[in-house]
Protein backbone atom coordinates (compact mmCIF):
# COMPACT_ATOMS: atom_id res chain seq x y z
CA UNK A 1 0.00 0.00 0.00
CA UNK A 2 1.62 3.23 -0.82
CA UNK A 3 2.36 5.78 2.37
CA UNK A 4 0.43 8.39 3.27
CA UNK A 5 1.59 12.03 4.54
CA UNK A 6 -0.80 13.87 6.71
CA UNK A 7 -0.36 16.61 8.79
CA UNK A 8 0.14 16.01 12.86
CA UNK A 9 -3.02 18.53 14.02
CA UNK A 10 -5.64 21.64 13.02
CA UNK A 11 -7.91 23.85 14.53
CA UNK A 12 -11.18 24.43 13.26
CA UNK A 13 -14.14 26.98 14.39
CA UNK A 14 -17.30 25.16 14.70
CA UNK A 15 -19.43 25.65 11.98
CA UNK A 16 -16.82 26.40 9.94
CA UNK A 17 -15.19 23.85 7.25
CA UNK A 18 -11.90 21.57 7.77
CA UNK A 19 -9.77 21.13 5.27
CA UNK A 20 -7.84 17.94 5.81
CA UNK A 21 -4.83 17.54 3.38
CA UNK A 22 -3.49 14.29 2.35
CA UNK A 23 -0.35 13.21 0.60
CA UNK A 24 -0.11 9.96 -1.13
CA UNK A 25 2.22 10.45 -3.86
CA UNK A 26 3.35 7.21 -3.99
CA UNK A 27 -0.65 5.77 -5.10
CA UNK A 28 -0.85 3.54 -7.80
CA UNK A 29 -3.66 3.25 -10.63
CA UNK A 30 -5.71 0.69 -8.82
CA UNK A 31 -5.37 1.89 -5.26
CA UNK A 32 -8.17 3.86 -3.35
CA UNK A 33 -8.04 6.66 -0.94
CA UNK A 34 -10.58 5.78 2.09
CA UNK A 35 -10.93 8.58 5.13
CA UNK A 36 -11.86 6.86 8.15
CA UNK A 37 -12.11 8.80 11.13
CA UNK A 38 -11.03 7.65 15.40
CA UNK A 39 -13.22 9.42 17.80
CA UNK A 40 -11.87 9.27 21.11
CA UNK A 41 -10.58 5.27 21.79
CA UNK A 42 -13.78 4.15 19.62
CA UNK A 43 -13.52 2.16 16.74
CA UNK A 44 -12.36 3.51 13.24
CA UNK A 45 -15.55 5.33 11.60
CA UNK A 46 -15.39 4.87 7.61
CA UNK A 47 -15.93 8.42 6.17
CA UNK A 48 -15.69 8.25 2.53
CA UNK A 49 -13.19 6.72 -0.22
CA UNK A 50 -12.72 7.73 -3.91
CA UNK A 51 -10.60 6.58 -6.67
CA UNK A 52 -9.65 9.93 -9.03
CA UNK A 53 -13.19 11.61 -9.13
CA UNK A 54 -14.28 13.82 -6.74
CA UNK A 55 -16.78 12.22 -4.01
CA UNK A 56 -19.60 13.52 -1.69
CA UNK A 57 -21.49 12.18 0.88
CA UNK A 58 -23.62 12.86 3.76
CA UNK A 59 -20.55 12.96 6.10
CA UNK A 60 -18.18 14.32 3.92
CA UNK A 61 -16.72 15.32 0.10
CA UNK A 62 -13.38 14.11 -0.68
CA UNK A 63 -11.20 16.11 -3.18
CA UNK A 64 -8.83 14.38 -5.20
CA UNK A 65 -6.06 16.07 -7.33
CA UNK A 66 -5.94 14.93 -11.48
CA UNK A 67 -2.44 13.49 -10.52
CA UNK A 68 -4.10 11.17 -7.69
CA UNK A 69 -0.71 12.38 -5.47
CA UNK A 70 -3.04 14.04 -2.78
CA UNK A 71 -6.45 14.68 -1.73
CA UNK A 72 -8.41 16.81 0.73
CA UNK A 73 -11.31 15.75 2.83
CA UNK A 74 -13.79 18.78 3.79
CA UNK A 75 -15.92 18.55 6.60
CA UNK A 76 -18.59 21.64 5.38
CA UNK A 77 -19.95 22.73 8.87
CA UNK A 78 -17.75 21.08 11.44
CA UNK A 79 -19.47 20.54 15.00
CA UNK A 80 -17.48 19.61 18.08
CA UNK A 81 -18.82 15.98 17.44
CA UNK A 82 -16.07 15.98 14.84
CA UNK A 83 -13.27 16.35 17.11
CA UNK A 84 -11.44 13.30 16.33
CA UNK A 85 -7.94 11.82 14.11
CA UNK A 86 -8.74 11.48 11.08
CA UNK A 87 -6.85 8.93 8.93
CA UNK A 88 -5.99 9.18 5.07
CA UNK A 89 -5.59 5.62 4.04
CA UNK A 90 -4.81 3.98 0.00
CA UNK A 91 -5.38 0.67 -0.13
CA UNK A 92 -6.11 -1.52 -2.92
CA UNK A 93 -10.32 -1.84 -3.23
CA UNK A 94 -10.51 -5.40 -2.38
CA UNK A 95 -12.18 -7.53 0.43
CA UNK A 96 -8.86 -8.96 1.38
CA UNK A 97 -7.21 -5.44 1.53
CA UNK A 98 -6.11 -4.39 4.77
CA UNK A 99 -6.24 -1.00 6.21
CA UNK A 100 -2.95 0.16 6.99
CA UNK A 101 -2.94 3.36 9.70
CA UNK A 102 -0.71 5.99 9.87
CA UNK A 103 -0.73 8.85 12.53
CA UNK A 104 -3.29 10.39 11.05
CA UNK A 105 -4.67 14.06 11.40
CA UNK A 106 -5.88 15.00 15.06
CA UNK A 107 -8.81 17.84 14.82
CA UNK A 108 -9.92 20.06 16.94
CA UNK A 109 -13.00 21.80 16.50
CA UNK A 110 -13.24 24.61 18.60
CA UNK A 111 -16.17 26.60 19.95
CA UNK B 1 -28.22 0.49 11.32
CA UNK B 2 -26.38 -2.54 11.47
CA UNK B 3 -23.00 -2.64 13.48
CA UNK B 4 -20.64 -4.96 14.53
CA UNK B 5 -20.48 -5.47 18.48
CA UNK B 6 -17.24 -6.88 20.79
CA UNK B 7 -17.43 -8.57 24.07
CA UNK B 8 -16.45 -7.80 26.55
CA UNK B 9 -15.65 -4.34 26.29
CA UNK B 10 -13.03 -4.74 28.55
CA UNK B 11 -10.48 -7.86 30.06
CA UNK B 12 -8.56 -7.99 32.56
CA UNK B 13 -6.40 -10.89 32.67
CA UNK B 14 -3.13 -12.07 34.57
CA UNK B 15 0.20 -12.48 32.08
CA UNK B 16 -0.16 -16.16 30.90
CA UNK B 17 -3.50 -16.66 30.84
CA UNK B 18 -5.42 -17.30 27.48
CA UNK B 19 -8.20 -14.90 26.46
CA UNK B 20 -11.14 -14.97 23.95
CA UNK B 21 -11.87 -11.77 22.36
CA UNK B 22 -15.92 -12.21 20.83
CA UNK B 23 -17.10 -9.95 17.85
CA UNK B 24 -20.79 -10.62 16.00
CA UNK B 25 -19.48 -9.01 12.34
CA UNK B 26 -22.79 -7.48 10.67
CA UNK B 27 -24.79 -10.61 9.71
CA UNK B 28 -24.31 -10.72 5.79
CA UNK B 29 -20.75 -9.81 5.87
CA UNK B 30 -18.17 -12.61 4.77
CA UNK B 31 -14.82 -10.70 5.57
CA UNK B 32 -13.39 -10.05 8.76
CA UNK B 33 -10.45 -8.93 10.80
CA UNK B 34 -9.36 -7.63 13.63
CA UNK B 35 -6.97 -4.87 14.24
CA UNK B 36 -5.37 -3.76 17.68
CA UNK B 37 -4.47 -0.67 19.02
CA UNK B 38 -2.02 -0.05 21.39
CA UNK B 39 -2.17 3.25 23.93
CA UNK B 40 -0.94 6.15 22.07
CA UNK B 41 -0.29 4.26 19.04
CA UNK B 42 -1.47 3.53 15.55
CA UNK B 43 -4.16 1.25 14.86
CA UNK B 44 -2.37 -2.29 14.02
CA UNK B 45 -3.58 -4.69 11.10
CA UNK B 46 -3.46 -8.35 12.86
CA UNK B 47 -5.06 -10.49 10.65
CA UNK B 48 -7.76 -11.12 7.85
CA UNK B 49 -10.09 -14.06 7.87
CA UNK B 50 -12.64 -15.16 4.73
CA UNK B 51 -14.39 -18.19 4.00
CA UNK B 52 -13.09 -20.34 7.29
CA UNK B 53 -9.51 -19.37 6.68
CA UNK B 54 -6.64 -16.84 7.08
CA UNK B 55 -6.48 -14.52 4.13
CA UNK B 56 -3.52 -12.30 5.50
CA UNK B 57 -1.64 -11.74 8.80
CA UNK B 58 0.54 -9.75 9.94
CA UNK B 59 3.71 -10.28 12.30
CA UNK B 60 2.61 -9.07 15.18
CA UNK B 61 -0.23 -12.58 14.42
CA UNK B 62 1.94 -15.06 15.65
CA UNK B 63 1.54 -18.58 17.15
CA UNK B 64 0.39 -17.12 20.24
CA UNK B 65 -2.80 -15.99 18.39
CA UNK B 66 -5.64 -18.04 16.30
CA UNK B 67 -9.03 -16.81 15.24
CA UNK B 68 -11.92 -18.76 14.69
CA UNK B 69 -15.62 -18.81 12.90
CA UNK B 70 -17.22 -21.12 15.36
CA UNK B 71 -20.42 -20.73 14.44
CA UNK B 72 -22.44 -18.49 11.99
CA UNK B 73 -22.47 -15.21 13.69
CA UNK B 74 -19.65 -15.39 15.77
CA UNK B 75 -15.94 -14.37 15.12
CA UNK B 76 -13.08 -14.79 17.93
CA UNK B 77 -9.34 -14.09 18.59
CA UNK B 78 -7.33 -16.19 20.91
CA UNK B 79 -4.64 -15.37 22.53
CA UNK B 80 -2.97 -18.49 24.07
CA UNK B 81 -0.57 -17.06 26.68
CA UNK B 82 -0.97 -13.14 27.39
CA UNK B 83 2.14 -11.09 27.59
CA UNK B 84 2.55 -7.69 29.48
CA UNK B 85 2.83 -6.23 26.01
CA UNK B 86 -0.45 -7.47 24.67
CA UNK B 87 -2.38 -4.97 26.67
CA UNK B 88 -4.07 -2.99 23.76
CA UNK B 89 -7.35 -1.88 21.90
CA UNK B 90 -8.53 -4.99 20.02
CA UNK B 91 -11.09 -3.72 17.22
CA UNK B 92 -13.14 -6.56 15.23
CA UNK B 93 -14.14 -5.07 11.62
CA UNK B 94 -16.08 -7.00 8.56
CA UNK B 95 -16.89 -6.29 5.07
CA UNK B 96 -19.09 -7.39 2.29
CA UNK B 97 -18.35 -9.23 -0.35
CA UNK B 98 -19.66 -8.28 -3.75
CA UNK B 99 -19.15 -5.11 -3.36
CA UNK B 100 -18.26 -2.00 -5.95
CA UNK B 101 -16.10 -1.00 -2.74
CA UNK B 102 -14.41 -2.85 0.76
CA UNK B 103 -15.45 -0.15 2.98
CA UNK B 104 -14.31 -2.21 7.10
CA UNK B 105 -17.08 -1.63 9.55
CA UNK B 106 -15.60 -1.70 12.78
CA UNK B 107 -16.77 -2.26 16.42
CA UNK B 108 -16.52 -0.54 19.58
CA UNK B 109 -13.21 -2.86 20.67
CA UNK B 110 -12.24 -4.73 23.38
CA UNK B 111 -9.43 -3.26 25.99
CA UNK B 112 -7.39 -6.06 27.02
CA UNK B 113 -5.15 -5.16 30.55
CA UNK B 114 -2.66 -7.93 30.90
CA UNK B 115 -1.20 -7.44 34.68
Known amino acids: DAKTTQPPSMDCAEGRAANLPCNHS???????VYWYRQIHSQGPQYIIH???NNETNEMASLIITEDRKSSTLILPHATLRDTAVYYC????????????FGDGTTLTVKP | EPEVTQTPSHQVTQMGQEVILRCVPI?????FYWYRQILGQKVEFLVS????????KSEIFDDQFSVERPDGSNFTLKIRSTKLEDSAMYFC?????????????FGPGTRLTVT
Open chain 2, 93 to 105: ASSEIGQAYYEQY
Open chain 1, 26 to 32: TISGNEY
Open chain 1, 50 to 52: GLK
Open chain 1, 89 to 100: IVRVNTNAGKST
Open chain 2, 27 to 31: SNHLY
Open chain 2, 49 to 56: FYNNEISE
